[in-house]
């Protein structure tokens, strides 16, 4: 499927602000209703995204290599802030044992650790308090920071 500029731009956005809501890109792309951001999707992108288990709008892997923001090597880049970098360089690996929030003990690393998940950067593991770990290999997530 060959994207025209407009098309390769609007799948940047897809890919920037995912996991992201239709009145997200209909304010993005000065649609006029969620609808015609739907249709939009599915007649131009819809090899390129799909929706998560929560409804949101998320780039397939293919969407993040032709917009730049994957790359061979299976890096991947994407916008969060300072405490998202700095939750990624201490939680353990995917093959290491699971942490638990609690010890944490601070509203903002929870929301940027479930921030962290919707993005499919950090796995969420369900034991009687849920914990967590990388679902990816830690040299191949950079998160370029941004104002919290």
């Given at each position: ?72 090597t299976g890096t991947r880049t994407l916008p969060g802030t300072e405490l998202e970098r700095a939750i990624v360089e201490v939680l ?57």
């Amino acid at each position: 499927m060959t994207l025209s500029e407009k098309d390769r731009k609007r799948l940047a956005d897809v890919v920037e602000l995912q996991p992201t809501k239709n009145a997200e890109l209909q304010e993005r792309w000065g649609m006029d209703s969620g609808s015609e951001v739907h249709s939009y999707l599915e007649s131009e992108l819809g090899d390129y995204y799909y929706r998560d288990e929560n409804s949101l709008i998320c780039a397939t892997p293919e969407a993040e290599r032709l917009v730049g923001e994957g790359d061979d090597t299976g890096t991947r880049t994407l916008p969060g802030t300072e405490l998202e970098r700095a939750i990624v360089e201490v939680l353990p690996g995917p093959e290491e044992e699971s942490q638990s929030v609690v010890s944490t003990l601070h509203d903002a690393v929870r929301s940027a650790l479930h921030t962290l998940s919707d993005k499919g950067i950090v796995e969420q593991i369900r034991k009687t308090v849920p914990t967590f770990r990388l679902a990816l290999d830690r040299g191949k997530v950079e998160i370029e920071t941004r104002n919290s």
